[in-house]
Structure formats: C-alpha cells, structure tokens
C-alpha cells in the first residue's frame, strides 16, 4: 500500500513522478493500434467489394427478369383483331392466327336460365322475410323440398332443401343457393321470389334448367308461385364461322381457330374480324430488352474500368469521429472508387454475352439467322463499349416478313441451336452464380460464400488481436505503476533523511 492507495488493483497516474502516465500510455498505444487500423480497413473494404458485387448482380437479375417475356411467340407474333360490329361482339387473337379476314354472324346469345314467380308470395299480408316462413305462411310450407340442375350431370342433380320450424324465406333462399348452382333472392317491391343460373347455357335438352317438375311438396307451384312452364332463358350462343357450319357455345365467350370471341348481342348479318400484325408492340418489347441490356453492361463496364484512388483508405469508426458527415460522405465516394476495377469475372461476363449476340441461328429464314438481319447492330462509337443500337425501320421490316423467323433467332429451344436469349440466360446465370459464390446474398450466412469467409476469419483476427492489445495495455499500465511505487519510495526515504540530517 501506497498513501492508502492499493497499488495491485489500481493504476496511478503520475502521483509520485509528475508525468502524465495516461498521454504516454495512449501513445504508446497509438503505436501498438496501428495494425489493427490496418486490419480494420481492409475488413470494411471486404465488405464494401462484397456489396459492390452484390450491386451488379442485382443488375444482372433485372436483365435476366426480363428473359421470359421473350422466350414467348406472342412478344414476336402480336396480333391485332378488329370487328366491324363491335357492339355485337370484341374479338382477340391469339399469336398462331394468321392475319387476314374472318366472318362472324352470332344468331343467338347464351343466357342463364331463369324463372321467376307468377304472383306476389303474401296473399295480401306482405311477408317478412326475416321471420319464420312457417309462421306467416302456416301448413303450406313443407318441411323439405327438392330440384335438380343438369350442368354437373346430364341426368340430373338433385338438391333437397330442408324447412325448420324457424327458417324465414331469406334462410330457405341462402339454402337453395349454396352449391346448387342457382341464385335465389326475395324482391320486396314486386312481392316475387327469383331464380337464376348461375351460369348459362342450355344442359338439359328441351326441358328445365331448374327443374321442380317432381317435387311434390308444392313449395314451387303453392308457396313461391312459380309455374315450371314459364322457366325462361337457358340456352346456347350460336353462331356462324366463316359462312360455314352453326357452332354453338355454352357462353357468350369462346375461341374458335385461335380467336377469342365475346357475344355482346345478335349482329346484324355477319360481322367481319380482322386480324393484322400488331408490329408495334413486338417492336416496342424488343427495344426494352436491348435497352436493358444496354444499361446492364454501361453499370458494369463502369465498375470494372472505374478509376481506384489508393491514396483514400476505408475510414475506421475511430477515425470518423473527427471528421463531419459530408466529409465522411466526400471521403468514402474516393474510397469505394474502383473496387471492382478489371475485374477478370465481369469482364469474362461482357466478353460472353457480346459473343452471345453476335451468333448465327437457323430460323427456317436464311435472310433472318442473325442480329444484323433485324436491324440490330453494335455501336460504332469506341465510348459505347458494346453497346447495341436499333435501326427499327429494318426491324419492323423484318417482324412484318417473318415474324416467326424473328423469333426463332431470339428463343429457340434446340440445344445445338439455341437462341440468342437461350445463350444470354446460360451466360447471365452462370455469372450470377460466380458472383453469388463469391459475394453471396443478403439471406446467406458467411459459411456459404467466399468474402463471408473470410470477413469471418478477418473479425477473429480482429478480436484476437484487441485482445492482445488489451493485455499491452495492461503491461504498460503495471511498468508504469511499478515505477510510481518505486519513485514513491524513494521520496519517502528522501524525505526521511532529510528529518534525520535536520534534527543534528
């Protein structure tokens, strides 16, 4: 013990020498500290190449988005129908569709069966139709009742309905709606019950689509009033294709060769369709994949040809604190310049899809096998870096001549003649998975890719060696208490001496 003070369990800075212990102690620290700084850096540079490769493959995703749009015949083959009774009925063409003119005369629309009672229910007491049926109507209303429909079963489905003592009309209703097929409502003004097909078409030949004809309960005829002749609707659309045979379609919605039709009415005689190329659109959807892919290789050329700044280290959170925040900004836009500069994968990635492009493939079309063909040429400006430009008077040239051919070239199935799109997706996924291998995703763990590794082995040498710094800490803090304690002594034998020479 020292003055009471414990030297063992705590440090003294400079009592009994006058030096400021804690300075020096810092000091010499700074030295120590210096390859950590280092280690520190060179970790957050990791981290920041890890993102950067994130970044470009977040690019090459947005590309990749955009293959399946492309692989379809309908980006290449649009087509356009048109009527001239377009109020009667609409028309849409599918892509196989040759263009030219087809005649339609829709003679009869489908209709849902419907049937309606004959007199309002109450018989003069207007009826409740939230308080029990049986109590308004007394015996007449039966415990059960049955119907069938014929479009889940030609011979009939039979739907048995059953009444208890405290079911009111809207309860009996919902119960005759639900799965059968039918819709049945109360209307309050006219006093009638409803039903409806859900659906139309006509499924039992010349008779009822809602067919009470057996029940015996009377609930029809005797308490919704209905009378099973006056069922009304229940039939098929028909109509004429071409002048040729009468078609008929459950719906007023059908496809005939291709074209999708929709019935809004009879038509006056026959309505004609046209079917035209739609050369705008596949033009318009072709454009937009070569302009993403334009974007793709300007954001990755400019990574890999990006000017490094060595002269400005990644900043260490110690060193941050004596910088402000738009200084941190301005240092580390320097900083994480060029961190993907020449980088041997992406610059594998450009070369592979450049080539992709430049490929030939049997069409079926000899004067459509390649890129150039459609209007599609690499830029002669050296700044450009391979960028691609349309001549789009030569494409829609091309789609207008064989739009078939156009799309061959782009997709094409044939392993031993693939298309251009089928051999950009093996280049753009095969980089993807380098880059993932190496940079991972945000969802993976640091095991599972290369830079998590070793940012993993990085933060241990980290750890490891702060704590090695701790302990030199220490050594310099118990070299220096040492010497506190000894020169603490010597004052005091000084100090000693002086009294003793004094009292003489």
């Given at each position: 013990?020292?003055?009471?003070?414990?030297?063992?369990?705590?440090?003294?800075?400079?009592?009994?020498?006058?030096?400021?212990?804690?300075?020096?102690?810092?000091?010499?620290?700074?030295?120590?500290?210096?390859?950590?700084?280092?280690?520190?850096?060179?970790?957050?540079?990791?981290?920041?190449?890890?993102?950067?490769?994130?970044?470009?493959?977040?690019?090459?995703?947005?590309?990749?988005?955009?293959?399946?749009?492309?692989?379809?015949?309908?980006?290449?083959?649009?087509?356009?129908?048109?009527?001239?009774?377009?109020?009667?009925?609409?028309?849409?063409?599918?892509?196989?569709?040759?263009?030219?003119?087809?005649?339609?005369?829709?003679?009869?629309?489908?209709?849902?069966?419907?049937?309606?009672?004959?007199?309002?229910?109450?018989?003069?007491?207007?009826?409740?139709?939230?308080?029990?049926?049986?109590?308004?109507?007394?015996?007449?209303?039966?415990?059960?009742?049955?119907?069938?429909?014929?479009?889940?079963?030609?011979?009939?489905?039979?739907?048995?309905?059953?009444?208890?003592?405290?079911?009111?009309?809207?309860?009996?209703?919902?119960?005759?709606?639900?799965?059968?097929?039918?819709?049945?409502?109360?209307?309050?003004?006219?006093?009638?019950?409803?039903?409806?097909?859900?659906?139309?078409?006509?499924?039992?030949?010349?008779?009822?689509?809602?067919?009470?004809?057996?029940?015996?309960?009377?609930?029809?005829?005797?308490?919704?009033?209905?009378d099973p002749t006056k069922e009304a609707g229940g039939q098929d659309a028909k109509f004429m294709y071409n002048g040729g045979i009468e078609l008929t379609s459950k719906t007023n919605t059908t496809s005939v060769n291709g074209l999708n039709l929709t019935f809004n009415d009879v038509t006056s005689g026959e309505a004609r369709i046209?079917?035209?190329?739609?050369?705008?659109?596949?033009?318009?959807?072709?454009?937009?994949?070569?302009?993403?892919?334009?974007?793709?290789?300007?954001?990755?050329?400019?990574?890999?040809?990006?000017?490094?700044?060595?002269?400005?280290?990644?900043?260490?959170?110690?060193?941050?604190?004596?910088?402000?925040?738009?200084?941190?900004?301005?240092?580390?836009?320097?900083?994480?310049?060029?961190?993907?500069?020449?980088?041997?994968?992406?610059?594998?990635?450009?070369?592979?899809?450049?080539?992709?492009?430049?490929?030939?493939?049997?069409?079926?079309?000899?004067?459509?096998?390649?890129?150039?063909?459609?209007?599609?040429?690499?830029?002669?400006?050296?700044?450009?870096?391979?960028?691609?430009?349309?001549?789009?008077?030569?494409?829609?040239?091309?789609?207008?001549?064989?739009?078939?051919?156009?799309?061959?070239?782009?997709?094409?199935?044939?392993?031993?003649?693939?298309?251009?799109?089928?051999?950009?997706?093996?280049?753009?996924?095969?980089?993807?998975?380098?880059?993932?291998?190496?940079?991972?995703?945000?969802?993976?763990?640091?095991?599972?890719?290369?830079?998590g590794k070793q940012l993993a082995d990085m933060q241990e040498r980290i750890d490891a060696f702060e704590d090695k710094l701790s302990n030199t800490e220490n050594r310099y803090w118990k070299q220096f208490t040492a010497m506190e304690k000894a020169i603490q002594r010597m004052n005091q034998q000084s100090a000693y001496l002086s009294?003793?020479?004094?009292?003489?």
């Amino acid at each position: 013990m020292v003055d009471g003070i414990n030297s063992n369990s705590m440090r003294i800075g400079g009592l009994a020498s006058g030096m400021d212990i804690d300075s020096i102690v810092a000091d010499l620290m700074k030295a120590e500290r210096m390859p950590l700084q280092k280690m520190e850096q060179d970790q957050i540079w990791t981290e920041w190449t890890r993102d950067a490769y994130r970044e470009v493959n977040t690019k090459f995703s947005e590309f990749e988005n955009m293959f399946t749009k492309m692989n379809r015949a309908s980006t290449y083959k649009v087509k356009t129908a048109t009527s001239t009774q377009a109020d009667a009925i609409t028309a849409t063409s599918s892509s196989n569709v040759s263009p030219g003119s087809y005649s339609i005369e829709v003679t009869q629309l489908a209709k849902n069966a419907i049937n309606v009672s004959q007199t309002g229910i109450s018989g003069g007491t207007k009826i409740d139709p939230l308080a029990p049926l049986k109590g308004q109507l007394g015996g007449s209303v039966p415990d059960s009742f049955t119907f069938k429909t014929y479009k889940n079963d030609p011979a009939g489905e039979e739907h048995t309905i059953e009444i208890s003592s405290t079911d009111s009309l809207n309860d009996v209703l919902t119960k005759m709606s639900d799965g059968t097929g039918v819709n049945a409502f109360y209307d309050v003004a006219t006093d009638k019950v409803v039903m409806e097909t859900k659906y139309s078409g006509e499924y039992n030949t010349g008779g009822n689509e809602i067919d009470f004809s057996a029940d015996t309960s009377g609930f029809f005829t005797n308490v919704l009033n209905m009378d099973p002749t006056k069922e009304a609707g229940g039939q098929d659309a028909k109509f004429m294709y071409n002048g040729g045979i009468e078609l008929t379609s459950k719906t007023n919605t059908t496809s005939v060769n291709g074209l999708n039709l929709t019935f809004n009415d009879v038509t006056s005689g026959e309505a004609r369709i046209s079917v035209t190329n739609d050369i705008d659109s596949a033009v318009d959807s072709i454009t937009k994949f070569v302009n993403k892919y334009n974007e793709l290789i300007e954001s990755v050329n400019g990574k890999v040809s990006e000017k490094r700044n060595r002269d400005y280290k990644p900043l260490t959170s110690q060193q941050k604190e004596d910088m402000s925040e738009s200084e941190i900004e301005l240092w580390e836009e320097k900083a994480k310049s060029g961190m993907l500069r020449s980088d041997s994968m992406l610059s594998s990635a450009l070369t592979d899809m450049r080539q992709d492009w430049y490929q030939t493939v049997d069409t079926g079309n000899a004067d459509i096998n390649h890129l150039s063909a459609i209007g599609i040429t690499t830029s002669t400006s050296y700044a450009d870096n391979g960028k691609l430009v349309i001549d789009e008077e030569k494409l829609r040239s091309a789609l207008q001549e064989d739009s078939d051919a156009v799309y061959k070239l782009f997709y094409n199935k044939d392993e031993n003649n693939q298309g251009l799109v089928n051999r950009l997706k093996t280049t753009v996924d095969n980089t993807m998975e380098t880059i993932n291998n190496r940079a991972g995703k945000k969802t993976w763990t640091a095991e599972q890719y290369t830079l998590g590794k070793q940012l993993a082995d990085m933060q241990e040498r980290i750890d490891a060696f702060e704590d090695k710094l701790s302990n030199t800490e220490n050594r310099y803090w118990k070299q220096f208490t040492a010497m506190e304690k000894a020169i603490q002594r010597m004052n005091q034998q000084s100090a000693y001496l002086s009294q003793q020479f004094g009292g003489m």
